[in-house]
C-alpha cells in the first residue's frame, strides 16, 4: 500500500522547531516574570482600585504575547538572511557526473513557511496563556506606617 511521498525532514523540523519554541518560551516567561515581580506593587494598585484578576492575566498574558511575538518574528527575519546567504553557495556548484566537469546548478531555495508560521503564532500563543494562568488571585498588598 503507498501512501505518498513522506519527507524525512518532518522530524528533522519538528525537533528543532519544538527545541527553538522551548527556548523561545524559557526566556519570554523568564522576561514577564522578572517583570511582574517589579510591577508587584503596581498590580497590588490595580487590585485595590477594582482591577479583576481576568483584567490583571491579560495585562501579563499580552505582555508575554507581544514579547515573544517580536522576537519570533525578529529571530525569522534575522535567520532567513544568513541561511539563504549559507545555502545558494553549498548548492549553486555542480559537477556533470559524465564530464566531471564543473556546471552551475540552478538553486531553489525552499524556505519551510508553515513551520515558521507554526513557531510565529504558537509561541507567542503558548506564552500568553502560561503567563496569564501564572496570576494569581491576590496580590499582597504591603502599607507603610506614617
Known amino acids: ?30 522576561s514577564t516574570a522578572l517583570n511582574l515581580a517589579e510591577q508587584q506593587v503596581d498590580q497590588a494598585t490595580f487590585a485595590a482600585l477594582g482591577a479583576t484578576r481576568g483584567t490583571r492575566r491579560v495585562m501579563a498574558g499580552a505582555q508575554a504575547f ?12 534575522v535567520g532567513l538572511v544568513p541561511g539563504i546567504g549559507i545555502t545558494y553557495p553549498l548548492a549553486s556548484d555542480s559537477y556533470d557526473p559524465l564530464t566531471g566537469n564543473q ?11 508553515p513551520w515558521l508560521a507554526v513557531m510565529v503564532v504558537g509561541a507567542p500563543t503558548v506564552a500568553g496563556l502560561l503567563a496569564a494562568a501564572a496570576i494569581r488571585r491576590a496580590p499582597q498588598i504591603t502599607r507603610r506606617a506614617t
Request: with cysteine; hydrophobic share 70%.
Open 103 to 113: 556546471v552551475a546548478a540552478h538553486v531553489t531555495t525552499v524556505i519551510p513557511w
Open 66 to 77: 507581544t514579547l515573544a511575538f517580536v522576537g519570533a518574528v525578529l529571530g525569522c527575519a
Open 1 to 30: 500500500i503507498e501512501r505518498g511521498y513522506r519527507s524525512p525532514m518532518f522530524i528533522v523540523f519538528a525537533v528543532a522547531i519544538a527545541a527553538v519554541m522551548l527556548l523561545l518560551l524559557v526566556v519570554v516567561l523568564t
